[in-house]
Nanobody, 127 residues
Framework: QVQLVESGGGLVQAGGSLRLSCAAS????????MAWFRQAPGKEREFVAG????????DYADSVKGRFTISRDNTKNMVYLQMNSLKPEDTAVYYC????????????????????WGQGTQVTVSS
């Protein structure tokens, strides 16, 4: 059974940076796309960034392009989200997720394609 544990959230002023980490265990990590999602109060969970198996292919939501960077270390079963130039609208609970199927040809952006989720970590950006 795959387990995902996020860390690194917190309170930061607008313009600041945070780095989220996600530790994965339980199945062949390098075979799966890993992604970050976020959910703000009263809103649906949304895709933030995804990284395919080797880490070379990545995708980002338009709202975070140029500010956030996803990376992964398959030797450590870790996924990271470096968040720079944070804005108040980035405030949300951030979740790490693992794709439902290995070797998917594209990075899925819908939550239905992910079947393993972490507990979430709160990111709050003050203005």
């Amino acid at each position: 059974q795959v387990q995902l544990v996020e860390s690194g959230g917190g309170l930061v002023q607008a313009g600041g940076s945070l780095r989220l980490s996600c530790a994965a265990s339980g199945r062949s990590f390098s075979s799966y796309t890993m992604a970050w999602f976020r959910q703000a109060p009263g809103k649906e969970r949304e895709f933030v960034a995804g990284s395919m198996r080797s880490g070379e292919v990545k995708d980002y939501a338009d709202s975070v392009k140029g500010r956030f960077t996803i990376s992964r270390d398959n030797t450590k079963n870790m996924v990271y989200l470096q968040m720079n130039s944070l804005k108040p609208e980035d405030t949300a609970v951030y979740y790490c997720a693992a794709d439902r199927f290995p070797y998917r040809a594209t990075i899925a952006v819908s939550t239905v394609n992910y079947d393993r989720w972490g507990q979430g970590t709160q990111v709050t950006v003050s203005s």
